[in-house]
């Protein structure tokens, strides 16, 4: 690259030396990282084309049973059961897809619980 | 008994700090201190303590008043200021400094940092997003407006006089990129070397504070509260061909920056192929711990009074900062052009994220992001922004090498 004296030792740069050569090099410069980074745009694109399966094979149909409080926003449960069962069954959230969920009651009645869930505390 | 008493104190400290004079002491006393507000500002603010201790202490270390020529100097930035690296003088005489030092002058640590980010990184979300690569790109901006300043300065301060190199250096602060500015300083401009990584490493602590404001400015408030679709899941096949493919086109376009994508991309393999999990573990733990503490100490043990205390510092550190915010600015700029292209789908936001920083840009975009719109997750999606501006700060010191190296 051919570079004045003065800017290459930095001794008498010009205003419009500075601004002109400075200029240059920005537009070379960003064009040259934009070059190579939309090269790999371009690559990832195809990535998409040759790899990604469409997500309807994807992902597992997981129908959930669980107990819960109903008090949060249904968004929000919906989220946390995926997480949870992603968690359970080691996989991605992604895969899982929450299609109904239902509160299941227990057998005991809920003073029977609370009295064993005492004495179990009692005995720690 | 007396007269040995007598040497014993000619070659204390006490009697090196004023064996040039009152003035030297002045700046002796100036540099330590100095040493000793960065070591405040990584202890107690936790500025980036795990590389500006290590600067801090190196900088204690080299400014310690010492006789002259004694064998007790641990560093000799002389020696290394030559056109030709003197290898074997610096082996004969050199101080522990010198020795680890020579692994910055050779560029042996920068890329093997890289080797360790790249275990710790994933290219997932950027796979899955494509476009967001260009926004780390744009993030570059920065670098090069910054360059144009400092030659700039350079011409109308009559006392800083940077070419090309320095400016160069100067403008690679800008990719908010430790390793990255330290290999292009230690090869275009090794007298500015501790000036440049001291701001470098303060100001990419001070990123949650720069960027917001910028953030604000130049999004509008819909913008900001975009809420953008989940991404895809990326199987481990991309994962691994990523790496490898990246390696070959930077190669094909800007060998200068291969060292360093090189050393990112095998880093990133070790991990994701999930064959070399012990190598992976190495790279990221131990050898990067071990890098990171000689890579410090050199790097501020280059910090001498005659090298530090001059008004070319000031304007590096006032030119680091404005990289800084226009690194942001660029990223928030394609941002914005994206959310208008896709018709509202980008939130802008991930565009500061492409100044690399990882991962503290990114976090910087969620919570941003989240103070507009409390249920928004941005983190993921800045994320893939976040690790192209690794790759692009790269590339831009790949452009600057390859432009400046041999004149």
């Given at each position: 690259m051919n570079v004045s004296e003065s800017l290459r030792t930095g001794i008498g740069v010009t205003l419009s030396e500075a601004l002109g050569f400075g200029g240059m090099t920005t537009v070379v410069g960003l064009a040259i990282v934009f070059g190579i980074l939309l090269i790999l745009m371009i690559v990832l694109y195809l990535f998409k084309l040759i790899f990604y399966k469409s997500p309807e094979k994807m992902k597992k149909e997981v129908v959930t049973e669980t107990a819960s409080a109903?008090?949060?926003d249904e968004e929000e449960l919906v989220a946390v059961l995926t997480a949870a069962v992603a968690a359970t069954l080691q996989?991605?959230?992604?895969?899982v897809r929450i299609n109904t969920y239902k509160r299941v009651h227990t057998d005991s009645p809920v003073w029977n619980r609370a009295g064993r869930k005492e004495a179990m505390e009692n005995k720690l | 008994m007396l007269e040995s008493f007598a040497s014993f104190l000619q070659s204390t400290g006490v009697a090196a700090l004023f064996q040039d004079g009152v003035v030297d002491a002045v700046k002796i006393i100036i540099m330590l201190a100095v040493a000793c507000v960065l070591l405040y500002l990584a202890i107690v603010k936790k500025f980036e303590p795990l590389l500006l201790l290590p600067i801090a202490f190196g900088m204690l270390l080299t400014n310690l008043p010492m006789i002259?020529?004694?064998?007790?100097?641990?560093?000799?930035?002389e020696f290394f200021?030559?056109?030709?690296?003197?290898v074997g003088k610096i082996c004969r005489e050199g101080g522990l400094l010198d020795l680890l030092y020579l692994g910055v002058k050779l560029g042996i640590y920068p890329p093997l940092i890289f080797l360790g980010i790249g275990c710790m990184t994933d290219f997932g979300p950027l796979i899955a997003n494509p476009k967001s690569i260009l926004l780390g790109a744009a993030a570059q901006f920065g670098v090069f407006f910054t360059f144009v300043g400092a030659l700039v300065i350079s011409a109308l301060i009559p006392s800083i006089s940077w070419g090309v190199k320095e400016a160069a250096s100067i403008g690679?602060?800008?990719?908010?990129d430790g390793p990255t500015a330290i290999y292009v300083t230690k090869t275009?401009?090794?007298?500015l070397l501790p000036a440049i990584a001291v701001a470098a490493y303060s100001y990419m602590a001070l990123i949650p504070i720069i960027q917001p404001p910028f953030m604000k400015l130049f999004t509008t408030k819909k913008a900001r509260s975009v809420v953008m679709e989940q991404l895809r899941p990326v199987s481990k096949t991309e994962k691994i061909i990523f790496p490898i493919v990246v390696t070959i086109v930077v190669a094909l376009v800007i060998p200068d920056a291969v060292s360093l994508v090189g050393c990112l991309m095998l880093g990133n393999l070790l991990k994701e192929s999930g064959v070399c999990d012990r190598l992976a573990k190495t790279a990221q733990n131990e050898l990067m711990n071990i890098i990171t503490i000689f890579l410090g100490v050199t790097v501020g043990a280059t910090a001498t009074a005659e090298a530090f205390l001059s008004p070319a510092t000031l304007g590096i550190i006032a030119l680091g900062l404005i990289a800084f915010i226009f690194s942001t600015i660029g990223g928030l700029l394609l941002g914005d052009l994206m959310y208008v292209l896709t018709k509202g789908k980008v939130n802008p936001l991930i565009g500061s994220a492409g100044v690399s920083a990882v991962p503290m840009a990114a976090r910087v975009s969620q919570m941003v992001g989240q103070k507009e719109n409390p249920s928004n997750f941005l983190l993921m999606h800045a994320m893939g922004p976040n690790v192209a501006g690794v790759i692009g700060s790269a590339v831009a010191a790949g452009v600057f090498l390859s432009m400046f190296t041999g004149i």
């Amino acid at each position: 690259m051919n570079v004045s004296e003065s800017l290459r030792t930095g001794i008498g740069v010009t205003l419009s030396e500075a601004l002109g050569f400075g200029g240059m090099t920005t537009v070379v410069g960003l064009a040259i990282v934009f070059g190579i980074l939309l090269i790999l745009m371009i690559v990832l694109y195809l990535f998409k084309l040759i790899f990604y399966k469409s997500p309807e094979k994807m992902k597992k149909e997981v129908v959930t049973e669980t107990a819960s409080a109903s008090e949060e926003d249904e968004e929000e449960l919906v989220a946390v059961l995926t997480a949870a069962v992603a968690a359970t069954l080691q996989t991605s959230a992604n895969r899982v897809r929450i299609n109904t969920y239902k509160r299941v009651h227990t057998d005991s009645p809920v003073w029977n619980r609370a009295g064993r869930k005492e004495a179990m505390e009692n005995k720690l | 008994m007396l007269e040995s008493f007598a040497s014993f104190l000619q070659s204390t400290g006490v009697a090196a700090l004023f064996q040039d004079g009152v003035v030297d002491a002045v700046k002796i006393i100036i540099m330590l201190a100095v040493a000793c507000v960065l070591l405040y500002l990584a202890i107690v603010k936790k500025f980036e303590p795990l590389l500006l201790l290590p600067i801090a202490f190196g900088m204690l270390l080299t400014n310690l008043p010492m006789i002259k020529d004694s064998s007790a100097i641990m560093m000799h930035p002389e020696f290394f200021t030559g056109k030709v690296l003197e290898v074997g003088k610096i082996c004969r005489e050199g101080g522990l400094l010198d020795l680890l030092y020579l692994g910055v002058k050779l560029g042996i640590y920068p890329p093997l940092i890289f080797l360790g980010i790249g275990c710790m990184t994933d290219f997932g979300p950027l796979i899955a997003n494509p476009k967001s690569i260009l926004l780390g790109a744009a993030a570059q901006f920065g670098v090069f407006f910054t360059f144009v300043g400092a030659l700039v300065i350079s011409a109308l301060i009559p006392s800083i006089s940077w070419g090309v190199k320095e400016a160069a250096s100067i403008g690679i602060i800008g990719g908010a990129d430790g390793p990255t500015a330290i290999y292009v300083t230690k090869t275009l401009a090794p007298a500015l070397l501790p000036a440049i990584a001291v701001a470098a490493y303060s100001y990419m602590a001070l990123i949650p504070i720069i960027q917001p404001p910028f953030m604000k400015l130049f999004t509008t408030k819909k913008a900001r509260s975009v809420v953008m679709e989940q991404l895809r899941p990326v199987s481990k096949t991309e994962k691994i061909i990523f790496p490898i493919v990246v390696t070959i086109v930077v190669a094909l376009v800007i060998p200068d920056a291969v060292s360093l994508v090189g050393c990112l991309m095998l880093g990133n393999l070790l991990k994701e192929s999930g064959v070399c999990d012990r190598l992976a573990k190495t790279a990221q733990n131990e050898l990067m711990n071990i890098i990171t503490i000689f890579l410090g100490v050199t790097v501020g043990a280059t910090a001498t009074a005659e090298a530090f205390l001059s008004p070319a510092t000031l304007g590096i550190i006032a030119l680091g900062l404005i990289a800084f915010i226009f690194s942001t600015i660029g990223g928030l700029l394609l941002g914005d052009l994206m959310y208008v292209l896709t018709k509202g789908k980008v939130n802008p936001l991930i565009g500061s994220a492409g100044v690399s920083a990882v991962p503290m840009a990114a976090r910087v975009s969620q919570m941003v992001g989240q103070k507009e719109n409390p249920s928004n997750f941005l983190l993921m999606h800045a994320m893939g922004p976040n690790v192209a501006g690794v790759i692009g700060s790269a590339v831009a010191a790949g452009v600057f090498l390859s432009m400046f190296t041999g004149i």
